[in-house]
């Protein structure tokens, strides 16, 4: 049993080799470096037990603040999935970078994932608004109150969640595109007009 029967076969001489597009390299690149970010900011985190403690968040107030107070129990198992997210996702960004042949459809579904989580985070968060209270929801416009930048801070939520839903869509567009496609399936293709 030959141990290389899972790659796809060489180009034969006679056959050009498929290039290698700038914008998969650049993309992977970015993904790669994104990725060594997070696992950066969150190990350290982690590691220096810099976890925000429940004891900041009244979980009586309901609505929000509940919200608030579960994330907030639940740091070191969510400060886990983002370290777990950073691997998965710097791993299939190094695949794509070297053209293995099942990185571009692994990393489509790592979009797709991204694409509907951030969707879904981005329409939970006004959602968040009906859930406070009426006084709690006052003292967020308050600049007087604690809670005044709440509002920025969900607005600001909800353009980086646009921006993120706009970068899936363009990754999975491009490595939908015929030419790119054949830098992972070592197929010539005529290049796009």
């Given at each position: 049993?030959?141990?290389?029967s899972?790659?796809?076969?060489?180009?034969?001489?006679?056959?050009?080799?498929?290039?290698?597009?700038?914008?998969?390299?650049?993309?992977?690149?970015?993904?790669?470096?994104?990725?060594?970010?997070?696992?950066?900011?969150?190990?350290?985190?982690?590691?220096?037990?810099?976890?925000?403690?429940?004891?900041?968040?009244?979980?009586?107030a309901g609505g929000?603040?509940?919200?608030?107070?579960?994330?907030?129990?639940?740091?070191?198992?969510?400060?886990?999935?983002?370290?777990?997210?950073?691997?998965?996702t710097?791993?299939?960004?190094?695949?794509?970078?070297?053209?293995?042949?099942?990185?571009?459809?692994a990393?489509?579904?790592?979009?797709?994932?991204g694409?509907?989580?951030?969707?879904?985070?981005?329409?939970m968060?006004?959602?968040?608004?009906?859930?406070?209270?009426?006084?709690?929801a006052?003292?967020?416009?308050?600049?007087?109150?604690?809670?005044?930048?709440?509002?920025?801070?969900?607005?600001?939520?909800?353009i980086?969640?646009?921006?993120?839903?706009?970068?899936?869509?363009?990754?999975a567009?491009?490595?939908?595109?015929?030419?790119?496609?054949?830098?992972?399936?070592?197929?010539?293709?005529?290049?796009?007009?």
């Open positions: 049993m030959d141990v290389h899972h790659r796809p076969p060489a180009p034969l001489p006679s056959e050009p080799a498929p290039g290698r597009s700038a914008a998969v390299t650049g993309l992977a690149w970015v993904f790669i470096l994104a990725s060594v970010a997070t696992l950066v900011f969150v190990g350290a985190r982690f590691l220096s037990g810099d976890v925000p403690s429940v004891a900041v968040a009244d979980r009586g929000l603040i509940a919200g608030v107070a579960w994330v907030l129990e639940h740091g070191h198992a969510l400060m886990g999935l983002l370290m777990a997210g950073g691997l998965l710097l791993w299939l960004a190094v695949a794509l970078l070297r053209r293995r042949h099942w990185a571009r459809r990393f489509l579904a790592l979009m797709a994932f694409f509907v989580a951030t969707v879904g985070g981005a329409a968060t006004p959602l968040a608004f009906a859930l406070l209270p009426d006084e709690a006052a003292a967020a416009v308050n600049p007087d109150q604690p809670m005044a930048g709440l509002v920025g801070l969900l607005g600001g939520l909800i980086t969640a646009t921006l993120l839903t706009a970068l899936f869509s363009w990754v567009w491009k490595l939908t595109r015929p030419a790119v496609r054949a830098e992972f399936e070592h197929t010539p293709v005529k290049a796009e007009g």
